[in-house]
C-alpha cells in the first residue's frame, strides 16, 4: 500500500530535550515536506526537500532541522524543544513540485507536546 | 491581508444538502488549485485538483474557480454523513510550497 509512514503517533517531552520524528515513504517520491497544523492557522510548511540532500526552509523553520540522506526517509529534528512547537506534525510526499497533478500524500500526523 | 482566506464554519447541515465550501486568496502566482479532506486524527487527502478557471466535477463534488476574483469553492451534492470533516483548500505556484486555507469543518447529521 502507497503510504507516508510518521512515528511516533503521539510525544510529550520536556523542553531542551532532543527529539527526532521519523517520517518514511514507499513511492519513491521525490519530494518531501514537513508542515505543523495548528488551530486557526492551518498548515504551514516548515522544510522541504526536492530530492537527496536537497532541502529548503519553508514558512517557519525556526527551531527545526532536516535532513534528507536517503530518497525515502526525511526525518525531523527539534534539537531544543519548547512549548511554542506543542503542535500537530505532519509528513507529506509528492512526485510532482508544489504537489502539483496529483497533490501530496499525508502521513497520519505526530501529535507533540513540549512541557 | 492574509495570502489564503477560509472561513473556519463550524458548517452544520442535515443529510441530502448541498454544502458550498469558499475560499479566497492573494497570489496571482497560484497556479494550482486544490481541496483536500482531513477526517480526525488524520492526515489530509487529495479531493479534487484543477488549474484552470472552470468547473470540475468527480462524482458528487465541484471545485470551481475564479481567477478573476480570486476565489475558489467546492460544492458537495447530496452531503452524507460520511462527508463530515474538515475541508482545506490548498494552493501551489508550481514550486515547492503548497499554501494551505484555515480549514473548514463541515458536519452532516442524519
Known amino acids: 500500500e502507497a503510504q507516508v509512514t510518521q512515528n511516533p503517533r503521539y510525544l510529550i517531552t520536556v523542553t531542551g530535550k532532543k527529539l527526532t520524528v521519523t517520517c518514511s515513504q514507499n513511492?519513491?517520491?521525490?519530494?518531501m515536506s514537513w508542515y505543523r497544523q495548528d488551530p486557526g492557522l492551518g498548515l504551514r510548511q516548515i522544510y522541504y526537500?526536492?530530492?537527496?540532500?536537497?532541502?529548503d526552509k519553508g514558512d517557519v523553520p525556526e527551531g527545526y532541522k532536516v535532513s534528507r540522506k536517503e530518497k525515502r526517509n526525511f526525518p525531523l529534528i527539534l534539537e531544543s524543544p519548547s512549548p511554542n512547537q506543542t503542535s500537530l506534525y505532519f509528513c507529506?510526499?509528492?512526485?510532482?513540485?508544489?504537489?502539483?497533478?496529483?497533490?501530496?500524500?499525508f502521513g497520519s500526523g505526530t501529535r507533540l507536546t513540549v512541557v | 491581508q492574509k495570502e489564503v482566506e477560509q472561513d473556519p464554519g463550524p458548517l452544520s447541515v442535515p443529510e441530502g444538502a448541498i454544502v458550498s465550501l469558499n475560499c479566497t486568496y492573494s497570489?496571482?502566482?497560484?497556479?494550482?488549485f486544490m481541496w483536500y479532506r482531513q477526517y480526525s486524527r488524520k492526515g489530509p487527502e487529495l479531493l479534487m485538483y484543477?488549474?484552470?478557471?472552470g468547473n470540475k466535477e468527480d462524482g458528487r463534488f465541484t471545485a470551481q474557480v475564479d481567477k478573476s476574483s480570486k476565489y475558489i469553492s467546492l460544492f458537495i451534492r447530496d452531503s452524507q454523513p460520511s462527508d463530515s470533516a474538515t475541508y482545506l483548500c490548498?494552493?501551489?505556484?508550481?514550486?515547492?510550497?503548497?499554501?494551505f486555507g484555515a480549514g473548514t469543518r463541515l458536519a452532516v447529521h442524519p
Open positions: 507529506a510526499s509528492s512526485s510532482r513540485a508544489g504537489g502539483a497533478d496529483y497533490g501530496y500524500t
Open positions: 513511492m519513491n517520491h521525490e519530494y
Open positions: 526537500s526536492m530530492n537527496v540532500e536537497v532541502t
Open positions: 497570489n496571482s502566482a497560484f497556479q494550482y
Open positions: 484543477t488549474y484552470s478557471s
Open positions: 490548498a494552493f501551489s505556484g508550481g514550486y515547492n510550497k503548497l499554501i
